[in-house]
């Protein structure tokens, strides 16, 4: 009898030992929630690349700008950006010999207009408060034109398509940073100007060209 009542006491036991023993404590845990609900960020960057194979796309400035966020589910997040850029491109006047046809650098402000879907790839949770996440943007640049440019060049307003990835640091159950590359890609159409002249400034007479652009974000958001 008093083996068995041992080996009962022992069985009672076992599995709560084994319990103890896989995991981690609850205040140990490298895994946290992540508060579900929206967010506000505010977000700065650089916009690079070359402007396309003539450097007159706008390129090579800084950005300012603030995104909306709301969680959808534990892996999908949906959002929001505007962004003003101060970007600059180069100066090309086609009527000028070759060698003295670039200007220079000009100013070139954009505002950028986008919707966003993240993937969460932690879903709900951050890892020792690490959330990385891959995303998809789309929307439109809008830029102001430049009168000094008499070429006839004009960028618009243009369809803007940025796959992106990146982390978030929760700092606490509400504040956090990000972080976040871009690949920004847009198309450039080009005047009647720049296929002609002898030599013309693009003598292989193309019309338009897609450019891909890096784009580093960074930013402080707040989740409510």
């Not at 929206?38 to 995104?67: E, H």
């Not at 982390?167 to 920004?184: D, N, P, Q, T």
């Not at 450039?188 to 891909?212: K, Q």
Request: proline fraction near 7%; hydrophobic fraction near 40%; charged fraction near 15%.
């Amino acid at each position: 009898m008093k083996g068995l009542v041992l080996a009962a006491a022992l069985g009672a036991g076992l599995p709560c030992a084994l319990a103890a023993q896989v995991g981690h404590p609850p205040g140990g845990s490298p895994y946290h929630d992540i508060a579900k609900g929206s967010s506000f960020t505010a977000v700065g960057g650089y916009f690079g690349g070359s402007g396309g194979s003539v450097g007159v796309g706008p390129n090579s400035g800084y950005t300012l700008g603030l995104r909306f966020d709301f969680r959808a589910g534990n892996p999908l997040q949906f959002g929001a950006e505007v962004s003003h850029g101060w970007l600059e491109r180069l100066h090309i006047d086609p009527t000028q010999p070759e060698a003295s046809r670039v200007r220079g650098t000009i100013d070139q402000p954009v505002t950028f207009a986008q919707i966003n879907i993240q993937l969460n790839l932690t879903g709900s949770k951050s890892w020792h408060g690490f959330a990385p996440f891959a995303a998809l943007s789309g929307g439109f640049a809008f830029a102001t034109r430049q009168t000094v440019d008499t070429s006839g060049y004009n960028f618009g307003n243009r369809f803007l398509f940025s796959p992106n990835a990146g982390l978030r640091l929760f700092l606490g159950e509400r504040l956090h940073l990000r972080g976040a590359i871009r690949a920004a890609f847009w198309k450039i159409n080009y005047p009647l100007s720049f296929r002609t002249g002898t030599p013309a400034v693009l003598p292989d007479g193309r019309e338009s060209e897609w450019v891909l652009s890096p784009w580093y974000e960074a930013g402080i958001g707040y989740t409510f």
